[in-house]
């Protein structure tokens, strides 16, 4: 792989919580390095709200956020993608499409607190450990020294980085 930029593509089942909460730290930690993006296989059509109150209360810019098809990375325009994580485990099952250049993937899931219950201070708990969890992981991603490394050894590093047990927190 050269040493440029890398398109990285999150995707989930409803492109409203995990990937969105995704893209945003890829661009933010990434920065000059990586170029991030999310998709859903089944797109909600809107970003959950709690979402864009912890991006913003972390200081990110949330314009870009949007809930949108994965189709929208397949087509002629779509940008070339050198990276394709899932983060949910729905998305993981699913027949995902052809992605032109056959871009590296791998699965990141991580619990949806989208789906939590209980008082509004254990609903925000889970919402920020997902974004703990994501943070940790494409940090970790990130300082991998990616074009040094073979396809063979990426991989190897991808597939450990999503199999990586999070601690929650108690």
Same mark, same amino acid.
């Given at each position: 792989?050269?040493?440029?930029?890398? $398109?990285?593509?999150f #995707?989930?089942?409803? $492109? @409203? /919580?995990?990937s *969105? *909460?995704?893209?945003?730290?890829? $661009?933010?930690?990434?920065?000059?390095?990586?170029?991030?993006?999310?998709?859903?296989?089944?797109?909600?059509?809107?970003?959950?709200?709690?979402?864009? !109150?912890?991006?913003?209360?972390l200081?990110?810019?949330?314009?870009?956020?949007?809930?949108?098809?994965?189709?929208?990375?397949?087509?002629?325009?779509?940008?070339?993608?050198?990276?394709?994580?899932?983060?949910?485990?729905?998305?993981?099952?699913?027949?995902?499409?052809?992605w032109?250049?056959q871009?590296?993937?791998?699965?990141?899931?991580?619990?949806?607190?989208?789906?939590?219950?209980?008082?509004e201070?254990? *609903?925000?708990?889970?919402l920020?450990? /997902?974004? !703990?969890?994501? $943070?940790?992981? *494409?940090?970790?991603? /990130?300082?991998?020294?990616?074009?040094? #490394?073979?396809? #063979?050894?990426?991989?190897?590093?991808l597939?450990?980085?999503? @199999?990586?047990?999070?601690?929650?927190?108690?």
């Amino acid at each position: 792989m050269a040493d440029s930029t890398y $398109n990285v593509l999150f #995707l989930c089942t409803g $492109n @409203s /919580t995990r990937s *969105i *909460i995704a893209e945003a730290i890829m $661009n933010r930690v990434g920065q000059g390095k990586f170029k991030a993006y999310s998709a859903g296989s089944s797109p909600s059509g809107k970003v959950n709200p709690r979402v864009i !109150r912890l991006l913003k209360t972390l200081n990110y810019d949330t314009s870009f956020a949007r809930s949108k098809p994965w189709d929208e990375f397949t087509g002629p325009d779509a940008p070339y993608l050198d990276f394709v994580f899932t983060v949910c485990d729905n998305a993981a099952g699913e027949v995902c499409p052809v992605w032109p250049g056959q871009p590296m993937t791998a699965h990141w899931g991580v619990p949806d607190p989208s789906a939590a219950t209980g008082t509004e201070a254990e *609903i925000n708990l889970a919402l920020m450990d /997902t974004y !703990r969890m994501l $943070n940790n992981r *494409i940090s970790i991603f /990130t300082s991998l020294p990616i074009s040094s #490394l073979d396809k #063979l050894s990426l991989q190897k590093h991808l597939d450990e980085i999503g @199999s990586q047990r999070d601690k929650v927190k108690s």
